[in-house]
């Protein structure tokens, strides 16, 4: 099993700068990918950045050029980086971690992340 201890998040302003942590413990061998996940109230959870072992990191269109994935791989943990943030960035924000097997995931506690114009 693998357990998430999610940091970071909070009340920002339109333009500044969030910075979300995730640190894994347990069954860290078996993870495939970890990244983070948000969703805003009525809305459907989206992928917002993930990176994989050995590959670069994948981002949402809507975040490139913004946020910036970086993972430790000695601590497990997964460094999400928000600068240029906007109202729409506002959502609770869940770290997850992808396993190499099939089917087997697992999700932080999630963190609320709110920009005000």
């Known amino acids: 099993q693998v357990h998430l201890v999610e940091s970071g998040g909070g009340l920002v302003q339109a333009g500044g700068s969030l910075r979300l942590s995730c640190a894994a413990t347990g069954s860290t061998f078996s993870i495939r990918a970890m990244g983070w996940f948000r969703q805003a109230p009525g809305k459907q959870r989206e992928l917002v950045a993930a990176?994989?072992?050995?590959?670069?990191?994948n981002y949402a269109d809507s975040v490139k050029g913004r946020f910036t994935l970086s993972r430790d791989n000695v601590k497990n943990t997964v460094y999400l980086q928000m600068n240029s943030l906007k109202p729409e960035d506002t959502a609770v924000y869940y770290c997850?971690?992808?396993?190499?097997?099939?089917?087997?995931?697992?999700w932080g506690q999630g963190t609320q992340v709110t920009v005000s114009s």
């Open positions: 990176i994989a072992n050995g590959a670069n990191a």
């Open positions: 997850h971690v992808d396993t190499i097997y099939s089917a087997l995931e697992y």
